[in-house]
């Protein structure tokens, strides 16, 4: 018997299907053919502009990099104009403020007239996906600005044409229905809608819903009730690219940190201000009475420029419509590898249930011993093969549940333990980086629940080595409970002097005890090996030592693999590195190979 959920999901996936088909053909358009001369004008309809926005020039060179590669191989659309722009150096602007830069600088790159008759999405994040979710909604999409986020995917439908009609100073929301808890974590329309059309239409089968256009009285972020959550927004081009916005971002402030969806859509809506957002008037009074916070000096000023121009909000209402957050990589993992109705609406398929295979591993996987990988589990261009093995003792290789594994040939008798995150990166030599000056590979290993970015002391002022007593609730965790020095080889921490990778490494703060400050993103905790397969074998090694720890806190035995143990500390390390400084470099060695 077909549910209601089902049916949901059977409209979605025929949807996504047919964009999935409309975007290959778009893929065999030569640059300068026009729409008009394709068979099909509406199937072949692609964004004039692509922007892609970045944190800094490093990772938008990294950014650039993957987008001409993806043009070379074909993977993506050459007709269209493909940007990378980075937040300005030393700034924490937001999603909201680097969405005012993007408007600006496209406004000093093209005409007036060239921008009020483009359609530009943003994001990054399979690329490929995001550009193809939306190509239904091109052939009714007034010229604007369509804003997206990166780590949401956004699938939905509708009986009748979406709306299509321009409306200048108008921002139009995408929204689904959604939970009362979803709902209270993100951001809910309060819509004028006294005739409850939405939720008659709401009542109707899934393929006989239609996309509904309706005032919005409110935006409310993360509030205690609410039944719309926002995944996207439509601006229309006279409000954000040809006025308002390239004014308001020279007036922001560095640390701004303002949101695009929370700060941007805070003014008060449905007002019928004729104001000309040009006026020289509207510029003085901006810079007037407004809050020395950055971050509230920023929100004010978005909402006084966009109540006095008159800005309104629509939302458009999608019944027939999923919105997956996939923020994290718990969230990742859940959709890829248990979520029925997501992997049915993208048309995803595993061989194993549980088990999402993707690159050349996959024939590998099918006929590698079940038993052998807990689901759910995530490979990606890893080889679980005994051809690469480093022992032949007939040991199985062992994956735990919750894991991701990338870029990694695992070899016989390995274990990784449930909630890891693990991935190989070959890194070019740098000049730039001298913990491991001659390049080489590095294996990253944590869990997928660690929280990357938290910030904490390595070796407190009266520590200074792991002999030394100290309570572990101070230190920096791995595996969110393990204290890295406790895990580091005992070659890290006999180093000394200027060779030190904590002296080179780690972020230098002036507090009380002068403690050396780090993050698992910041800290120079990973080995870099000469070979791909000698910085796997690091790796391992690491994961051990987090197992010795985990089984003594819980007071068990330890049973470490004799396999592993035997190769603990066997592998030379040529230098040492981050994960944020990786990040920025391994691109580099990419375009060597």
Request: glycine letters at 4%; hydrophobic letters at 35%.
């Given at each position: ?113 060239f921008l009020q008759n ?409 080995e870099v090996a000469k ?12 994961l051990v030592r987090v ?47």
């Amino acid at each position: 018997m077909t549910t209601a959920s089902d049916e949901l999901s059977n409209v979605l996936r025929d949807v996504f299907i047919r964009n999935l088909e409309s975007y290959k053909r778009i893929l065999t358009i030569q640059p300068g053919v026009s729409h008009h001369e394709s068979s099909r004008e509406e199937e072949t309809l692609f964004w004039d502009i692509v922007v892609i926005t970045a944190g800094n020039s490093l990772q938008r060179e990294s950014y650039l990099q993957r987008v001409n590669d993806k043009i070379a191989k074909g993977q993506i659309p050459k007709q269209a104009r493909y940007h990378v722009i980075e937040d300005p150096p030393e700034s924490k602007i937001g999603s909201g403020g680097s969405t005012f830069r993007v408007m600006k600088v496209l406004q000093e790159q093209y005409s007036t007239e060239f921008l009020q008759n483009a359609n530009n999405p943003e994001g990054i994040q399979v690329l490929e996906l995001k550009l193809a979710l939306y190509l239904h909604l091109l052939p009714s999409m007034p010229p604007g600005v369509l804003l997206t986020s990166a780590d949401g995917i956004e699938l939905f439908y509708s009986k009748t044409p979406f709306p299509s009609e321009p409306k200048p100073f108008t921002i139009t929301a995408l929204a689904h229905p959604s939970s009362l808890e979803i709902g209270s974590q993100h951001g809910v329309y309060l819509l004028d809608d006294p005739n409850s059309f939405a939720l008659a239409d709401f009542e109707r089968p899934a393929k006989a819903r239609a996309s509904l256009l309706l005032s919005c009285r409110q935006f409310l972020h993360k509030p205690s009730i609410g039944q719309l959550r926002i995944p996207t927004f439509h601006i229309s081009s006279k409000t954000a690219v040809l006025s308002i916005a390239p004014q308001i971002y020279p007036e922001l402030r560095p640390q701004c940190d303002l949101e695009a969806w929370a700060d941007v859509l805070c003014f008060p809506k449905g007002r019928t201000s004729t104001s000309d957002p040009d006026s020289p008037e509207l510029k003085t009074t901006l810079k007037e009475d407004l809050p020395s916070d950055p971050h509230q000096h920023g929100r004010e000023l978005v909402r006084q420029a966009f109540d006095r121009a008159g800005v309104s909000v629509e939302v458009m209402v999608l019944n027939s419509s999923k919105f997956y957050h996939l923020g994290t990589m718990k969230e990742f993992l859940e959709a890829v590898c248990i979520d029925q109705a997501f992997m049915s609406e993208l048309n995803i398929v595993h061989t194993n249930p549980g088990l999402a295979c993707v690159g050349e591993n996959e024939e590998v996987a099918k006929a590698y011993p079940k038993s052998s990988i807990d689901t759910p589990c995530y490979l990606e261009h890893s080889a679980l093969q005994s051809s690469i093995a480093l022992h032949s003792d007939g040991v199985k290789t062992t994956i735990g549940p919750w894991t991701l594994i990338a870029d990694t040939d695992l070899p016989q008798g390995a274990i990784v333990p449930k909630n890891t995150c693990m991935f190989t990166l070959q890194i070019p030599p740098s000049t730039n980086h001298s913990t491991c000056s001659r390049g080489g590979f590095v294996t990253f290993s944590f869990s997928v629940l660690d929280d990357m970015k938290r910030s904490a002391a390595l070796f407190p002022a009266n520590c200074t080595s792991v002999a030394t007593p100290m309570r572990d609730s101070e230190t920096l965790c791995i595996f969110e409970r393990v204290p890295v020095y406790r895990i580091l080889p005992s070659a890290f921490n006999e180093r000394k002097g200027e060779e030190d990778p904590v002296q080179l490494g780690l972020d230098q703060h002036d507090n009380q005890a002068n403690e050396k400050i780090a993050s698992l993103w910041t800290g120079p905790f990973f080995e870099v090996a000469k070979s791909k397969r000698e910085s796997i074998q690091l790796a391992l090694d690491r994961l051990v030592r987090v197992q010795e720890c985990l089984t003594f806190q819980k007071g068990t035995v330890n049973s470490i693999s004799p396999t592993q143990s035997r190769h603990c500390s066997a592998t030379k390390i040529v230098g040492w590195i981050s994960l944020k400084d990786a990040a920025r470099i391994a691109d580099m060695g990419k375009e060597q190979d």
